[in-house]
Nanobody
């Protein structure tokens, strides 16, 4: 089993930045993809970005390309999501999750382990 703990959420004005962290612990050997997801009130959970733990390849949702950057620090077992130029539509609960699949995916159903989430609010 793997455990994921998110941190770094908060409230910022439009145009601001936040960096989310996802600390991964436990039996991580079988988990090859770490993803970030978000869910706004009344909306379905959507994929934001994910990264391969083996080769570092990444994928992003069109809505965040050029503004968000996913990265990993293997020594700290942590995956980061740097969010710049934040917009009000980026508001929501952000979750990280782990998948045993070997291909990059941003489908929530492909991820079996989830963190508790961290809230991001972008408002003036």
């Amino acid at each position: 089993q793997v455990q994921l703990v998110e941190s770094g959420g908060g409230s910022v004005q439009p145009g601001g930045s936040l960096r989310l962290s996802c600390e991964v612990s436990g039996f991580t050997f079988d988990y090859h993809i770490i993803g970030w997801f978000r869910q706004a009130p009344g909306k379905e959970r959507e994929g934001v970005s994910c990264i391969s733990t083996s080769d570092g390849s990444t994928v992003y949702a069109d809505s965040v390309k050029g503004r968000f950057t996913i990265s990993r620090d293997d020594a700290k077992n942590t995956v980061f999501l740097q969010m710049n130029s934040l917009k009000p539509e980026d508001t929501g609960a952000y979750y990280c999750a782990a998948s045993t699949l070997l291909i990059l995916t941003m489908t929530p159903g492909d991820f079996g382990s989830w963190g508790q989430g961290t809230q991001v609010t972008v408002s003036s």
